[in-house]
């Protein structure tokens, strides 16, 4: 079966620190994978989306960057944080454009 | 202009009621698709029902179905016999074509809490 892990569960970073939240699938092979972004009692904002090894598209500028070195593994970036790169982090995939986004477990980020 | 539409910021409803949840969406492809999930306060997203543009008949998993009604352009989720643990944030989401390939957008979200 397939699972998607994604980590860490929580950070804190100060203003001005680099970032990177690791995203992996397993179980499956070529996934679509995004990252979104949710801030506090709102919905889903799509951040990027990439359909193979190093193909990324990105949704919203902004101060974060997105990379897919393997099939399964997508990580998001920032060389330096802003207070509102603050919310939770969501990866999420797909296999087939008919089926459900199936999502980890996000990342809890809060910028000092 | 907003994609999707979800009206009800939150929602009360007695325990072993039904409650619906509305959604309205906006698209010019002919192809698409509708999700709803659920979101618990834990912060997990989880699938709850699938509506193709294309299928005749409305969706149905478990105690959640779907009112597809195409001409509308709405796709409300009905809970039945609702239970303590259906509270939680509900979001009604649209795959359509991009530039990129599919995209999925997601609606504001409504809060659904389930009164004993």
């Known amino acids: 079966s397939q699972t998607i892990h994604q980590w860490p569960a929580t950070l804190v970073q100060p203003v001005g620190s680099p970032l990177s939240l690791e995203c992996t699938v397993e179980?499956?092979?070529?996934?679509?994978l995004y990252w979104y972004r949710q801030a506090a009692g709102r919905g889903l904002q799509l951040l990027f989306y990439?359909?193979?090894?190093?193909?990324i598209s990105s949704e919203v500028p902004q101060n974060l960057s997105a990379s897919r070195p393997q099939d399964r593994q997508f990580i998001l970036s920032s060389k330096k944080l802003l207070l509102s790169d603050s919310g939770f982090y969501l990866c999420?995939?797909?296999?087939?454009?008919?089926?459900?986004?199936?999502f980890g477990d996000g990342t809890r980020l809060s910028i000092l | 202009a907003q994609k999707i539409t979800q009206t009800q910021p939150g929602m009360f409803v007695q325990e072993k009621e039904a409650v619906t949840l509305d959604c309205t969406y906006d698209?010019?492809?002919?192809?698409?698709?509708l999700f709803w999930y659920k979101q618990p306060s834990s912060g997990e997203m989880i699938f709850l029902i699938y509506?193709?543009?294309?299928?005749?008949q409305n969706a149905t998993e478990g105690r959640y179905s779907l009112n597809f009604q195409k001409a509308r352009k709405s796709a409300n989720l009905v809970i039945s016999a609702s239970q303590l643990g259906d509270s939680a944030m509900y979001f009604c989401?649209?795959?359509?074509?991009?530039?990129?390939?599919?995209?999925?957008?997601f609606g504001p979200g409504t809060r659904l809490s389930v009164l004993p």
């Open positions: 989401a649209m795959r359509e074509a991009s530039n990129y390939g599919q995209n999925f957008v």
């Open positions: 698209t010019s492809d002919q192809s698409y698709g």
């Open positions: 990439s359909v193979g090894i190093g193909q």
């Open positions: 179980g499956t092979s070529n996934p679509n």
């Open positions: 999420a995939w797909t296999r087939d454009t008919n089926q459900p986004q199936h």
């Open positions: 509506q193709g543009s294309y299928d005749e």
